[in-house]
């Protein structure tokens, strides 16, 4: 007994210690029977000072949560589950890792070989269950009686290269799996430290030829350009250099509001409502050129025009993705921004005129949305136009997908660029949103969350983690009492149905929700209300609940496109008399 647990304690430990050694500093437990040695021995290392160590019961929950710390951090997160179906709630956050390029390193624990098929409960075929949404897939040697020094280096040697595989572009999940055969429990005070031994890695930059500068040259220097910039995953990433490009070659940049852009100078915001208003642009407004950068677009009428486009496009494809929904890519070049953007900063410049005349054009935009938000009651537009307008200069502002990330698109137009705007923009769903910000605001400070109350129904076990570990958050539930965004897709035409099978509305008693989890809770009806509570420096969790009418939607977003299109007539009007 005693040396079947020294060497559980011996393996176990020396697995742990390799990824502490290769980067893992902070690790999401949802801790089962199989997984009791890494789970007892993950405790210890916490109260070492090892590791930051978060519990979390719910391991759909847990996943999310995890991502969300990698997210705000850009480090690998470590997730810990037992074995069986408990590993297939990893699944969605794993999903959205991937198609986000987030660095997760997912441990799952599992029954040994002689336990397989033959009807051991809690046992599920768990070698490569996440599929293709993983980088790579390890199955570790189960701990035995053998050659330890051996299972030891081959064990290091494996999570170095999954460690590493999740962190290299494009970033992205990796899977271990750890059999384990009983007994299960370790010997606390048997744990040997074991020495540091990471393999030396040179990392090379790009560097242009004297070729492919002459050819940049050639497509970009004295052109009127265009950046089209898309969602990064960091929030911020490459931003400071396509914002000095666009400055130095006097383009403006149509900014995605998860590009990080926002806020600069040559970062317009009105793209989505433009191209809703014109599907083709005027002469004078005609691109010679086009510059994408980042991720698929939240605006649909912007892809919609890329894809009939009359300008070459080049696709800065840092991640090496080849994430072009708008199939519109004439030549990509697999490099970030930053690494290829200044070896360009002796280029000739478009003329001055070429800039002002697209701010002049944002800027005509940007008045008849602030008529569109000033004139009602509190709406879906003006929610999103109220956070905008008063988060902190230093607020990290995550927002669901569905209805909240294409309101903020439209109306979020920062004048500082310290303002960092997230979202699960990659598998685009609305699971694990509460759980993602809640681990996003581990690692940042003044976090406010934007979210749909589908939504928020959708997560709420991972609000418990708020609770646990006194996490600073300021929920905005947007309630329409249902599924808002089919009121703006063709669903909507089927009246006799509608309400039923898409409207689907809850009745939420978000009050009731909030008493569960110990936050504090307001019901607002006003712009003002909502303004001063967004002031409010984030203490503690905080669920703001503001009901608007869904049936309202299709209304607002017709009359906004139509009162967009009718000025912009009058706007080539008077600048072409």
Same mark, same amino acid.
């Given at each position: ?17 390799? %990824?502490?050694?290769? =980067?893992?500093? &902070?690790?999401?437990?949802? *801790?089962?029977?199989? $997984? @009791?040695? +890494? ?75 002689? %336990?397989?098929?033959? =009807?051991?409960? &809690?046992?599920?075929?768990? *070698?490569?269950?996440? $599929? @293709?949404? +993983? ?443």
């Amino acid at each position: 007994m005693g040396n079947i647990q020294t060497i559980l304690t011996n393996r176990v430990s020396g697995l742990l210690a390799s %990824l502490r050694h290769s =980067g893992i500093k &902070q690790v999401v437990l949802s *801790p089962g029977s199989r $997984s @009791t040695p +890494v789970a007892i021995l993950l405790g210890k290392m916490q109260d070492e000072g090892q590791i930051k160590l978060y519990i979390d019961v719910d391991e759909r929950s847990a996943a999310f949560f995890g991502l969300g710390i990698a997210k705000a951090s850009g480090q690998p997160v470590l997730l810990v589950c037992t074995s069986g179906t408990a590993a297939a709630n990893y699944y969605p956050a794993i999903w959205e890792a991937d198609s986000t390029n987030v660095p997760l390193v997912v441990l799952t624990t599992d029954r040994p070989p002689e %336990l397989q098929e033959i =009807g051991t409960p &809690q046992t599920l075929d768990q *070698p490569k269950m996440y $599929s @293709t949404a +993983v980088k790579g897939f390890y199955q570790l040697p189960s701990p035995s009686a053998g050659d330890g020094n051996a299972e030891l280096a081959y064990t290091d040697y494996i999570v170095q290269k999954a460690v590493d595989q999740a962190c290299q572009h494009p970033c992205g999940p990796v899977h271990l799996n750890l059999p384990l055969r009983k007994p299960l429990m370790p010997d606390v005070d048997q744990v040997v430290s074991l020495p540091e031994q990471n393999i030396f890695q040179t990392k090379l930059t790009p560097v242009l030829t004297s070729a492919a500068k002459q050819h940049l040259t050639r497509l970009f220097a004295g052109k009127k350009g265009l950046i089209i910039a898309g969602p990064v995953q960091d929030g911020h990433q490459n931003a400071a250099e396509i914002a000095e490009f666009a400055e130095q070659m006097n383009w403006p940049i149509l900014a995605d509001p998860l590009s990080g852009l926002r806020g600069y100078s040559h970062a317009l915001s009105t793209g989505d409502q433009l191209f809703k208003a014109w599907d083709k642009l005027p002469t004078d407004f005609q691109p010679e050129v086009i510059v994408r950068t980042g991720a698929t677009l939240v605006s649909a009428s912007m892809i919609n025009w890329l894809a009939n486009k009359s300008a070459p496009v080049i696709y800065l494809d840092e991640d090496c993705s080849w994430k072009d929904h708008s199939l519109s890519t004439t030549e990509r070049i697999a490099a970030a921004p930053a690494q290829i953007l200044p070896q360009l900063s002796d280029l000739k410049p478009a003329v001055s005129q070429w800039f002002e005349r697209w701010r002049k054009l944002s800027r005509t935009i940007r008045k008849i949305l602030e008529t569109a938000t000033s004139f009602h009651p509190l709406n879906e537009p003006g929610v999103a136009s109220v956070i905008s307008k008063n988060l902190p200069a230093d607020a990290t502002l995550f927002v669901s997908n569905s209805m909240p990330i294409r309101d903020i698109d439209v109306q979020f137009d920062p004048q500082i660029t310290s303002t960092q705007v997230l979202c699960n923009r990659g598998a685009d769903g609305i699971d694990g949103v509460n759980s993602t910000a809640l681990g996003v605001a581990s690692q940042l400070q003044n976090n406010y969350l934007y979210i749909g109350d589908l939504a928020f129904f959708h997560d709420l076990t991972g609000l418990m983690m708020a609770r646990k570990y006194d996490l600073d958050l300021t929920v905005i539930v947007q309630n329409n009492d249902g599924g808002g965004i089919f009121s703006i897709l063709p669903q909507y035409q089927e009246k006799t149905q509608f309400e039923k099978v898409f409207g689907t509305p809850l009745d939420l008693k978000i009050s009731a929700i909030a008493d569960m989890y110990d936050a504090k809770y307001c019901k607002i009806t006003t712009a003002g209300e909502l303004a001063d509570i967004i002031r409010q420096q984030p203490h503690g969790l905080t669920i703001v609940e503001v009901v608007v009418p869904r049936q309202a939607v299709p209304e607002q977003q017709d009359h906004l496109k139509a009162a967009v299109a009718d000025r912009l007539q009058e706007f080539l009007d008077e600048n072409h008399g």
